[in-house]
């Protein structure tokens, strides 16, 4: 079928957030919004009235997930959770969980933004220029967000101060005995509240802390919202960048002098380079020998308040791989697992007593087989409209060196925008 493009020039950020907003309002989309001025800034992407889906089960195999991306024109936007890189791994679980292994879609249209440009493409000419005539009529100016529903009191964490410290402390004692050099462990933040307008919250987020990957996704009666700052895997014409995140201290007023904090630190380069190392590998098999490199290494970025370091790994695509190659086989992230890769993901699971759902899985946008773009989903809340509870999730990296006291303050820092909910 063929499809029908209008591209808009001219337009804001600020009009393509606002227009996504309504229209999810109204005819309800799903959306990935980037912010400017970040490393990891990519286009944004909203997706309007799903044709044709594929929710993973534990069956779904990678090259089903193929077929779905490529077997038809026009992109694929969803998600991919923790779990299913779980099995892609062979690390078993006994914890129920009722979160989607991954859930992806196809729209009638979509609506691409980067650099003033949006381009609107549907095989449908008649919805491509209402949606180019709504766009183009939005106001350049912010709305107004009143977030109902808003939790009023602290929330449930599945560890604790206590329990997240004898975590870090046991974390520790693997790594001496030489199960694991890195371990990301995370504790999980849980409120009810039934009446909130979770798409509210996203968009005001949105406005308040922007971020390159935020991302809404409905997926039964969970709304995913994710505000990640953290690339996973980009793939653009066959080339390859990884943007690994760790290393994080709060900004203060003298950005400077917490620049040079971070960057010196012995424990915070440590963990960025075991997990920079562990992506190389995790890319190389997929890339043509002697193209992977790293770039920009210790870099540092604002986002949340924090600073973040991170590094660029790049990369060239074999030309007998796709990019779903590549992802499957990275997948999860190195970052959020730890290393070695599969013991790390073992012992999480012991220490964990809480599934991750799209926590610390993937947000991924897949046009064709040789691009593509994916983020690591931290900074990430569900909202399940059955029961009304909303569940947010940060962790922190364990190396050698860490105090389990930072490493509880840092799970803190990080979930700031979650748990200052309702205390305004």
Not at 50 to 67: C, H, I, R, S
Not at 212 to 217: D, G, K, L, R, T
Not at 223 to 233: D, N
Not at 341 to 366: A, D, F, N, Q
């Amino acid at each position: 079928m063929p499809m029908h493009s209008i591209i808009l020039r001219s337009i804001s950020r600020i009009q393509v957030d606002r227009f996504a907003g309504d229209l999810a309002r109204t005819d309800g989309c799903d959306m990935l919004l980037s912010a400017d001025g970040y490393p990891a800034q990519t286009a944004s992407v909203i997706g309007v009235r799903p044709v044709d889906e594929l929710v993973f089960t534990n069956t779904t195999a990678p090259e089903t997930v193929k077929t779905f991306c490529f077997g038809s024109p026009g992109p694929a936007l969803g998600f991919v959770s923790y779990e299913y890189g779980m099995g892609l791994r062979n690390v078993s679980s006994s914890k129920s969980h009722d979160f989607p292994l991954g859930h992806l879609k196809k729209y009638a249209a979509v609506i691409t933004y980067q650099d003033n440009r949006a381009e609107i493409v549907s095989p449908d000419t008649h919805l491509a220029e209402a949606l180019a005539d709504r766009l183009s009529r939005t106001p350049n100016a912010h709305s107004a967000h009143a977030v109902i529903g808003l939790p009023g009191t602290a929330p449930e964490l599945s560890l604790d101060q206590t329990a997240y410290e004898a975590g870090v402390g046991e974390t520790l004692e693997r790594i001496l005995s030489g199960h694991t050099y890195q371990l990301n462990l995370s504790t999980r933040f849980s409120w009810h509240c039934p009446d909130l307008d979770a798409l509210g919250l996203f968009l005001s987020l949105k406005q308040r802390h922007p971020a390159p990957f935020y991302a809404w996704i409905t997926s039964g009666p969970k709304r995913v919202l994710s505000t990640s700052p953290e690339r996973f895997l980009r793939v653009q014409e066959g080339r390859v960048l990884s943007q690994p995140i760790k290393g994080t201290c709060r900004l203060g007023k003298d950005r400077l002098m917490a620049e040079e904090r971070l960057t010196g630190s012995a424990k915070e380069s440590a963990e960025l380079s075991m997990i920079v190392d562990l992506v190389r590998n995790d890319i190389s098999a997929n890339c043509e020998y002697g193209s992977v490199r790293v770039e920009h290494h210790k870099s540092v970025f604002a986002v949340d308040g924090l600073l973040q370091m991170y590094s660029d790994v790049c990369g060239v695509l074999r030309s007998d791989r796709d990019c779903l190659d590549l992802f499957f086989d990275a997948f999860p992230g190195g970052s959020i697992t730890g290393c070695p890769k599969k013991r790390s993901m073992e012992i999480i699971e012991e220490l964990e007593p809480h599934t991750r759902g799209v926590y610390c899985g993937s947000v991924v946008c897949i046009r064709d087989e040789r691009n593509m773009d994916s983020s690591i989903a931290i900074r990430t809340a569900v909202h399940d409209t059955d029961t009304g509870v909303l569940e947010s999730y940060a962790g922190s990296g364990i190396v050698v060196d860490s105090n389990p006291a930072r490493e509880y303050q840092e799970t803190l820092a990080k979930a700031a925008k979650f748990l200052a909910l309702g205390e305004s």
